[in-house]
């Protein structure tokens, strides 16, 4: 009797890449979502490049030239091209592992990430940053930085003023049975998005949830994209520890960016946008009226990984009057790409123009978007071009228009 060999699963890194790499039939559907083959026109900046790349790279048949990997560094990871892609080919682990194979890559400015990543240093760091005579320093010695300095990106998109962070309305006695929400905070957002933060807890406990803070720490996609897999997995394993501490049944955060890696770290637990929970309880919630047009910018990782656009859009509608504009999207990214407007400040300035520009065409009174990290870099765009739209994440406008009855 024969018997059919069994395929065995990948076990090295190399073997999981050329067998990721292999579901892709080099259709090309990808070609026209991709935002860096927008700006390059060229195979070697396009997903199917790119995979070509990591299964030569992976099988010993190229060497990481300087060259091939700047192709790979490139790359936003903004996911538009998984989305579209017929044979399911998951472009996203491809690129984490090729990566991590290769090791981090060269313009990776650690001592700016460190400080990102350290929640206390960094509200440090924007306490300073925001005072009226160190945001004219700062200002004047990014000027003096050359144009592709990582540190002159840095000082360009750190807000001139320190988030404002309202209090938290004392929550409710929920019922016995209220379902338990883990809010993790992240590094940069729990500084510089901490009114979304209290505003997501506002909302949720208005729906009913019982809402409990995790401590504030980085979620590890910032060393995960860059190649740090180590760091990466230490911080997925502290993920791993809180959430169990946490004992909550769904775990949220206001940043799609985290998601995605929450979601690798924790593949057994409920990781949501806190949007997709407060708009299943919509029905739960009044919001009073706004007569203001406002753009909706749409973050890759809202679309992407988050998949919550709709529900998005379903609470912004519940505002009474309030005149909503999508920004129109595909194929485009902002820029922002965690750390690429860091490490590749002039391509993410380009990207950062196609944005505004479309964004200017909807002549907003103010720009709503889920992400910090876009929310900043579009926001430094904006001075550069003389337009100027106050900007907030869209949870925090929903939290001042709810109706809290009396
Ligand atoms: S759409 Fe998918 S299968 Fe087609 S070239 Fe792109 S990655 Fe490959
Ligand atoms: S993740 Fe984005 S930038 Fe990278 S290859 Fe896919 S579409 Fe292009």
């Given at each position: 009797?024969?018997?059919?060999?069994?395929?065995?699963?990948?076990?090295?890194?190399?073997?999981?890449?050329?067998?990721?790499?292999?579901?892709?039939?080099?259709?090309?559907?990808c070609l026209p979502t991709c935002p860096t083959y927008g700006l390059d026109g060229s195979e070697a900046e396009s997903p199917r490049g790119r995979i070509a790349i990591a299964a030569a790279l992976a099988r010993g048949d190229a060497e990481p030239t300087e060259a091939l990997r700047l192709h790979l560094d490139h790359c936003?990871?903004?996911?538009?091209?998984?989305?579209?892609?017929?044979?399911?080919?998951?472009?996203?682990?491809?690129?984490?592992?090729?990566?991590?194979?290769?090791?981090?890559?060269?313009?990776?400015?650690?001592?700016?990430?460190?400080?990102?990543?350290?929640p206390t240093l960094l509200r440090l760091a924007a306490r300073l940053g925001g005072s009226a005579g160190m945001a004219r320093w700062r200002q004047r010695l990014a000027a003096r930085l050359p144009a592709d300095s990582p540190w002159r990106a840095a000082l360009q998109t750190l807000p001139d003023a320190a988030a404002a962070v309202r209090p938290t309305p004392a929550q409710e006695t929920p019922s016995p049975d209220a379902v338990t929400v883990a809010l993790?905070?992240?590094?940069?957002?729990?500084?510089?998005?901490?009114?979304?933060?209290?505003?997501?807890?506002t909302l949720m406990r208005a729906?009913?949830?019982?809402?409990?803070?995790?401590?504030?720490?980085?979620?590890?996609?910032?060393?995960?994209?860059?190649?740090?897999?180590?760091?990466?997995?230490?911080?997925?394993?502290?993920?791993?520890?809180?959430?169990?501490?946490?004992?909550?049944?769904?775990?949220?955060?206001?940043?799609?960016?985290?998601?995605?890696t929450l979601?690798?770290?924790?593949?057994?637990?409920?990781?949501?946008?806190?949007?997709?929970?407060?708009?299943?309880?919509?029905?739960?919630?009044?919001?009073?009226?706004?007569?203001?047009?406002?753009?909706?910018h749409l973050p890759c990782t809202q679309v992407n990984v988050a998949r919550n656009e709709g529900a998005l859009?379903?609470?912004?509608?519940?505002?009474?009057?309030?005149?909503l504009q999508v920004v129109p999207r595909a194929p485009y990214c902002c820029g922002a790409a965690g750390t690429?407007?860091?490490?590749?400040?002039?391509?993410?300035?380009?990207?950062?123009?196609?944005?505004?520009?479309?964004?200017a065409t909807v002549a907003p009174q103010q720009l709503l978007s889920s992400n910090i990290g876009c929310r900043l870099h579009l926001a430094a765009g904006m001075d550069a071009e003389g337009r100027h739209w106050p900007h907030m994440h869209p949870l925090s406008l929903l939290a001042r228009q709810l109706e809290i009855s009396p």
């Open positions: 009797m024969t018997r059919m060999a069994l395929e065995k699963p990948p076990n090295t890194r190399e073997q999981k890449i050329g067998a990721l790499a292999d579901q892709c039939v080099q259709c090309g559907l936003l990871g903004c996911l538009n091209c998984e989305r579209v892609c017929p044979a399911n080919v998951k472009y996203g682990e491809l690129l984490v592992e090729t990566r991590a194979l290769i090791g981090p890559i060269k313009h990776r400015p650690r001592g700016l990430l460190t400080l990102l990543k350290q993790f905070p992240g590094c940069v957002a729990s500084i510089e998005d901490a009114d979304a933060e209290e505003a997501a807890m729906a009913g949830y019982r809402v409990v803070r995790l401590p504030a720490f980085c979620c590890g996609a910032i060393d995960l994209h860059g190649g740090e897999m180590d760091a990466a997995e230490a911080l997925a394993e502290r993920a791993k520890e809180t959430w169990k501490a946490s004992r909550a049944t769904h775990l949220v955060t206001v940043t799609p960016g985290c998601l995605g979601r690798r770290a924790l593949p057994n637990v409920a990781v949501d946008d806190a949007a997709s929970l407060v708009a299943s309880r919509i029905g739960q919630l009044r919001f009073r009226p706004l007569a203001r047009r406002v753009a909706l859009q379903t609470l912004l509608r519940a505002i009474p009057e309030l005149d690429h407007m860091l490490e590749f400040p002039e391509r993410a300035a380009r990207l950062r123009e196609t944005t505004l520009a479309q964004i």
